[in-house]
């Protein structure tokens, strides 16, 4: 069977609920997973009027209510109104209230209730500011899951997927962080990943850190010391993993198809290629959990809120990869 999927509304001063009210009544969730959407019912009605869609849908209160040839049914949280909401700005009580629901989600998952979550868009400030003091998402995800094993963000646009050793700190302090264990770490990671998602050995390239792959030692030694000997740790370990290729080609080479993944040293390595090759469409999926967890990476898109004119590629993506991560193989 599809599995379960719990679709959260996201932030709702963003334009989450309006993405979910599309993927509904446009039926991009069905033909994945058996879905149940998580939130307040009153938000989700505030998305099918900015959306310009109707649909029906029923009210339950837990999972075992859910009537799975019905219509669309919403776990109604009861917890906020949107009459006063003002789109496309920073809300502190709304950005409280999406983190508890995001702990519920959470709890569903713990309690086995759901396969997999997709999250509509958050936004990290109005989450921090609502008085959920987590670096991000990912973090939090790992404290209410007691999760101490090795996680990070992923990244996914068409089939590409790319990991990364470092991630939110500054570009000085990256050299210093490469380490042969901290490289092998995010190889692993997105080897794992794909693994879980279907593909039986995946191809990761690796990029090196400094310009020309540090042309032997002459222009920098982080992938004579770290980067090189992780690639060949992790090749050891059964892993199809190459490089360390300059990091101003190796997306030249992804792109063509060349490779599954990219395993990158800092955070913009990796996403100024994603995003000039279409962010919009790409997925944000939580590696290293036990659970299938995914988002459009796009953001809550403040500047377009309330619009209807928001696109619903990225989440439907983000709706198929989860699916494929709970098992489902379509």
């Not at 509904?24 to 058996?34: F, G, H, S, W």
């Not at 869609?53 to 009210?59: D, K, L, N, T």
């Not at 990991?163 to 264990?181: G, K, Q, Y």
């Not at 059964?238 to 993944?261: E, L, Q, R, V």
Request: charged share 20%.
């Amino acid at each position: 069977m599809k599995p379960i999927l719990g679709v959260m509304l996201g932030e709702a001063t963003g334009i989450g609920p309006e993405l979910v009210a599309k993927l509904v009544a446009e039926k991009r969730l069905k033909k994945y997973c058996r879905p149940v959407l998580i939130g307040d019912a009153r938000v989700l009605s505030m998305g099918q009027k900015i959306a310009g869609v109707e649909f029906p849908f029923s009210i339950v209160k837990q999972i075992q209510q859910v009537e799975w040839d019905g219509p669309i049914a919403i776990i109604d949280l009861e917890n906020h109104d949107p009459s006063n909401l003002v789109l496309g700005k920073i809300d502190v009580n709304s950005g409280r209230i999406t983190g508890e629901n995001l702990v519920t989600c959470l709890q569903l998952l713990q309690n086995k209730e759901i396969d997999g979550l997709v999250f509509a868009p958050l936004n990290k400030e109005a989450m921090k500011r609502g008085g959920h003091k987590f670096e991000d998402e990912h973090r939090m995800f790992a404290h209410y899951l007691n999760w101490d094993k090795p996680f990070g963000e992923l990244n996914v646009l068409n089939k590409l997927w790319t990991s990364r050793v470092t991630s939110h700190i500054p570009i000085s302090s990256v050299a210093e962080r490469l380490t042969v264990d901290s490289v092998l770490r995010a190889i692993r990671l997105i080897d794992q990943s794909l693994k879980r998602a279907g593909y039986e050995k995946p191809n990761i390239a690796v990029a090196a850190l400094n310009p020309h792959a540090g042309e032997g030692g002459l222009c920098g030694r982080e992938e004579l010391d770290s980067i090189g000997p992780a690639i060949a740790a992790a090749c050891e370990e059964g892993i199809a993993a190459c490089g360390p290729y300059p990091s101003d080609t190796i997306f030249i080479n992804a792109f063509k198809g060349n490779y599954d993944a990219v395993v990158t040293m800092f955070h913009d390595q990796g996403q100024i290629a994603m995003k000039l090759m279409g962010f919009q469409f790409g997925v944000t999926v939580a590696g290293g959990l036990p659970y299938a967890i995914t988002t459009p990476a796009h953001g809550t898109a403040f500047d377009i809120a309330g619009k209807g004119v928001a696109n619903p590629d990225a989440s439907e993506q983000a709706v198929m990869l989860a699916a494929r991560l709970a098992g489902w193989r379509g």
